[in-house]
């Protein structure tokens, strides 16, 4: 049974790092071809994905936020972590994790956690 | 970065009533075609993947089709259960999400 958890601040000031942390259990991030994702969704909006790692590392990002995330993971805990800097009220959304399946689409979520960016 | 647009952005439907909800990508994805639904409060649930596979647990009423640029999702007989809003997303060329169709009750 996958199942993921996020975990993070829930408020953040502008220009600051968030840093959030996605724990899962029931796969392995070292098996071929699983990957794990990042999506957000502002209050009322569309979902956006952000970015992902794969099993062997590889990363990938979207381009218009690009130079603002890092994702990362730690196999041995079974996270990853994603930082996004200088955090902008544009920026307040629920944010997801998501395990990547063999086939490339996200089969299985995390509740979500909401991310609230206010001086 | 494939643009995926989705209509219409709202639908109106009477329960037992049939549903088409059809996504558009900007350029070809092949087969590589997910459709999720989200219910408020909830994280977005995958209904069908390459573009017409029924997601494990995923009832038979929900159906794909399409592919290449068009797709779409049809409900044959819409239940309480499933008004809320669907999304499609490509995985062909990293990923990206429609702007979703809510479906609500008639």
């Known amino acids: 049974q996958i199942t993921l958890k996020e975990s993070g601040p829930t408020l953040v000031k502008p220009t600051q790092t968030l840093t959030l942390t996605c724990t899962f259990s029931?796969?392995?991030?070292?098996?071929?071809?699983?990957?794990v994702g990042w999506i957000r969704q502002p209050p009322g909006k569309a979902l956006e994905w952000l970015a992902l790692i794969y099993w062997d590392d590889d990363k990938r990002y979207s381009p218009s936020l690009k130079s603002r995330l890092t994702i990362t993971k730690d196999t041995s805990k079974n996270q990853v972590v994603l930082t996004m800097t200088n955090m902008d009220p544009v920026d307040t959304a629920t944010y997801y994790c998501?395990?990547?399946?063999?086939?490339?689409?996200?089969?299985?979520w995390g509740q979500g956690t909401l991310v609230t960016v206010s001086s | 970065e494939i643009v995926m647009t989705q209509s219409p952005a709202t639908l109106s439907v009477s329960p037992g009533e049939r549903a088409t909800l059809s996504c558009r990508a900007s350029q070809s994805v092949s087969s590589n075609l997910a459709w999720y639904q989200q219910k408020p409060g909830q994280a977005p649930r995958l209904l069908i993947y390459?573009?017409?596979t029924r997601a494990t647990g995923i009832p038979a009423r929900f159906s794909g089709s399409g592919s290449g640029t068009e797709f779409t999702l049809t409900i044959s007989s819409l239940q309480s259960e499933d008004f809320a809003v669907y999304y499609c997303?490509?995985?062909?060329?990293?990923?990206?999400f429609g702007q979703g169709t809510k479906v609500e009750i008639k």
């Open positions: 390459g573009a017409s």
């Open positions: 029931g796969f392995s991030l070292s098996t071929s071809g699983v990957g």
């Open positions: 998501a395990h990547k399946s063999f086939g490339d689409y996200f089969d299985y």
């Open positions: 997303q490509q995985y062909n060329n990293w990923w990206t």
